[in-house]
């Protein structure tokens, strides 16, 4: 069964391989979506990265669009929703999936670069994105977004003040959302995942490593404590987006699914 048939989906941070955003594009064209293909394209590399995965959305015979995004900048959020109007006429599904590790540290150095970007990128892009959607969901009857928040924005660990609590804030903003449009049949949720095995975990953990004074062996299997006892595969964090996203969850709104292989989220 195809749960996503003609819809039209945005992600964004889908352009860096083995990510969780590509993940999920590659999933929603595998069940029928027309997806726009959206992360930072502040070179060539970069723009072709996102270009490679459309592409490999239009393989399994979807349409694509691929839009070089900075979310933290409203003008760019803006001209990729009128982009998409103007391709597909709709917007069923925005996927907030883009973040970053730059608010990870001991709390005592955290610097206001790292305060600033991680709250212009978690929350002020996840916001553009979500005020440039809504009105277009509203005027057709509907739509999901699914914001990807972590385990770190429902419990906290130490080295990471200004990521967890700007996690903390994306399901804060989840929630809000679900409260004030569900009226509009616009559902909001988002998924917390664990340990998942990423470009952006790796960095993270080789900095944890070095914090903590252990090998990056031992950080892996620190981050990997958890029942499944393994990190998640991008691929199954995207199969929780899809079924937030999907009809299947239709009277779902304003959770917070834990994706973490049974880990004990700490404080
Ligand atoms: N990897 C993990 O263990 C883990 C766990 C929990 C939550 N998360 C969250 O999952 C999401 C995806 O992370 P990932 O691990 O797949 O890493 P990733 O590095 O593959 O994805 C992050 C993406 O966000 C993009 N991005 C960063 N700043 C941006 C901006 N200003 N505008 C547009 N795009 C921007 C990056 O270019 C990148 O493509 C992030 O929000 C992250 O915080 C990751």
Redesign the pocket.
């Known amino acids: 069964m195809k749960l996503m048939q003609d819809k039209v989906v945005i992600v964004?941070?889908?352009?860096?391989e083995?990510?969780?955003?590509?993940a999920a594009v590659m999933l929603f064209a595998e069940h029928g979506a027309r997806v726009v293909v959206?992360?930072?394209a502040r070179n060539a590399a970069e723009q072709d990265a996102i270009e490679v995965v459309a592409q490999a959305a239009e393989a399994l015979g979807v349409e694509s669009l691929a839009l070089g995004?900075?979310?933290?900048d409203r003008a760019q959020v803006e001209a990729c929703v009128a982009d998409t109007i103007k391709r597909f006429g709709r917007i069923d599904v925005l996927i907030n999936?883009?973040?970053?590790?730059i608010g990870a540290g001991p709390f005592l150095e955290q610097t206001d670069t790292q305060w600033d970007v991680s709250y212009?990128?978690?929350l002020k892009?996840a916001n553009y994105f979500c005020q440039a959607v809504i009105p277009h969901m509203q005027a057709q009857g509907g739509g999901a977004i699914v914001n990807?928040?972590?385990?770190?924005g429902v419990a906290a660990e130490p080295f990471s003040a200004a990521y967890t609590a700007t996690?903390f804030g994306v399901v804060g903003l989840t929630k809000v959302i679900a409260a004030e449009f569900g009226g509009d049949n616009i559902r909001c949720n988002c998924v917390?995942?664990?340990?998942?095995a990423?470009?952006?975990?790796e960095e993270g953990l080789k900095q944890f490593a070095e914090w903590s004074g252990i090998t990056l062996e031992e950080a892996w299997k620190d981050a990997e404590r958890c029942a499944l006892g393994r990190?998640a595969q991008?691929e199954e964090v995207a199969g929780a987006m899809l079924y937030l996203a999907s009809d299947l969850a239709s009277y779902v709104s304003g959770d917070a699914l834990m994706v973490t292989g049974a880990a004990n989220p700490g404080v």
Request: aromatic residues 0%; contains cysteine; hydrophobic residues 30%.
């Open positions: 964004t941070g889908a352009g860096r083995r990510g969780m955003g590509q959206t992360d930072l995004v900075d979310i933290t999936n883009a973040g970053t590790a212009n990128v978690h892009g990807n928040a972590s385990m770190l996690k917390c995942p664990g340990s998942v990423t470009q952006m975990q990190s991008p």
